[in-house]
């Protein structure tokens, strides 16, 4: 069983002071996608990002620092910062968790691609969804092309709790009956029906990748989530898309932004 989950814009430096455990295995193309971002000036990255001049200026100078050199880099999943990895916790990780989590957990990235989560990274800003000025790089659908989905193994099941803009890298490229993408709903107070909370939602998406990790679940087994308030609910269901409902959310003390 693969897991899937993807990147996101805000980072942390490489001063975690763990170490990573592994190279990304399509580092060339990075290395490729920054020599050539570093030639774009702010003004046109401010365009391309819809970001401000002066944010433009701190991801021009991200570029410049951008390093593959082992004491500029640290593990990818303990690099990114967002709500799915507020759930992930991977902080609190056993040794055997990390060993697991790096067999079968994978984050997609506009940058490098596919990562493993304890892969080396240097901190950037690059979102598959960009529009590049055009040439070779102006659709990074385009130029990542199958090379994403051929990292992963041929047969068996994939977990997809990544975003659609980076899922569009894998899943047009595998068989669709591999691919399992479950559903995380709250139910509305007032209304008393299961709506789709984004906040709660990519918290749940790391909490059932920590999930799948921490207590290596089998792949037949998923339906059994029972974390942070979820029930598997089967009126929702469906086969490719099976549901998690909360009548009260669990992971508010998960995220800066829920308290």
């Known amino acids: 069983m693969i897991i899937l989950m993807h990147s996101s814009k805000t980072m942390r430096p490489p001063t975690s002071g763990l170490a990573p455990t592994g190279t990304p295995a399509l580092l060339d193309r990075a290395e490729e ?14 365009r391309v990002m819809k970001v401000s001049g002066d944010l433009a200026t701190k991801v021009r100078d991200l570029y410049a620092e951008w390093s593959t050199k082992p004491d500029r880099q640290a593990p990818a999943a303990a690099t990114f910062v967002g709500d799915i990895y507020s759930g992930l916790r991977v902080d609190t990780f056993t040794a055997g968790d990390r060993a697991y989590a790096d067999r079968h957990l ?13 892969d080396g990274i240097s901190p950037y800003r690059l979102e598959l969804g960009y529009r590049l000025p055009p040439g070779p790089y ?3 659908y385009t130029f990542w092309g ?13 977990v997809n709790l990544a975003a659609n803009e980076y899922s569009r890298t894998v899943l047009p490229h595998v068989d669709a009956a591999r691919v399992v993408t479950p559903r995380f709903l709250t139910v509305d107070q ?22 799948l990790v921490t207590g290596r679940v089998e792949e037949g087994a998923v339906r059994e989530f029972a974390e ?6 089967a009126a929702l269901s469906g086969d490719a898309e099976p549901a998690f409902v909360c009548e009260e959310f669990g992971g508010k003390g998960l995220s800066v932004r829920l308290t």
């Open 138 to 140: 102006a659709n990074l």
């Open 33 to 46: 996608l920054v020599a050539y971002l570093r030639t774009l000036p702010p003004a046109e990255l401010a």
């Open 146 to 158: 199958t090379a994403v989905a051929e990292q992963l193994p041929a047969k068996g099941r994939i």
């Open 228 to 233: 942070i308030g979820y029930r598997y609910d």
């Open 190 to 211: 007032a209304s008393g029906q299961a709506k789709f909370v984004v906040v709660h939602a990519k918290i749940a998406r790391g909490a059932f990748a920590r999930w």
């Open 106 to 118: 994978r984050i997609l990235s506009g940058l490098y691609g596919i990562l493993r989560p304890f």
